[in-house]
C-alpha cells in the first residue's frame, strides 16, 4: 500500500508542476488498512489562514476514526504559505506516514528541469526525483503538517447521525477537494 500511496503522490506532484503549479497539501486517512480517499487542502492564504487550512485536513481522519493517515506536502510551498522558515532539502515532496504511537517523515528531494516559462511568468518544471535520504522516525514536520497529524485521532464530537457525511460537505462547502473510495463513497 506504501508504494502505492507514493507512486499516486509523485504522479500528482509531477503533474501538478508541469501545469505550473504546486499540488495543495493532501491527506490520506486509512481504517483498518483500506483507503478512505484524498483530501486536498482548500485554497489558502498566506499566513494564518494556510496555517489553520492545513491543519483542518485532519477533520476527514477524524472523522473517519482513521487509525492511519499520510500527509503529503512540498516543503517551499508550505513553508511560504505559512510564513515559516524554509528547512532543507527543497525542493521537496514530503510524505509522513503516522498513527496514534508515532510517525516516520518520508523525504523525496528533486531538482526542477525549467519545460516552458509562458508570457506571464508562469513556469512549467519537470521534477528530476533525486535520492531519497533514509526514513526519518519522529522526524521534524512542519508546524500546521504536525497538528494536523495530532488532531486526525481526535474523535469529532458532531450531534449527527453521520458524523462522517457531515465532516465531508463541511469541508467540501470550504473549498477541500475530496476524493473518497467506493467503500467510503456517500
Known sequence: MWDALV?????????????GTVPR????????????GMVWARPLK??????????????????????????VWETHDVATACELPIVSPAPCLNMVHATRDGHVLHQFPYAEQLLS???EGWASIAPDWMPAPAPQPGGELA??????????????EIDHPSPFGVTVVLM???GYRVSLTEAFAL
Open 172 to 174: 467540501e462547502e470550504d
Open 25 to 36: 497539501p493532501l491527506i490520506m486517512p486509512l481504517v483498518r488498512g483500506e483507503l478512505v
Open 46 to 71: 498566506v499566513g494564518q489562514d494556510a496555517l489553520t487550512g492545513i491543519a483542518e485536513l485532519a477533520n476527514i481522519a477524524a472523522a473517519a476514526g482513521a487509525d492511519e493517515v499520510v500527509l
Open 143 to 156: 508546524p500546521p503538517i504536525q497538528a494536523a497529524v495530532a488532531y486526525s485521532f481526535i474523535p469529532i
Open 117 to 119: 516559462r509562458s508570457a
Open 7 to 19: 507512486s499516486v503522490a509523485k504522479k500528482a506532484y509531477t503533474a501538478g508542476l508541469g501545469e
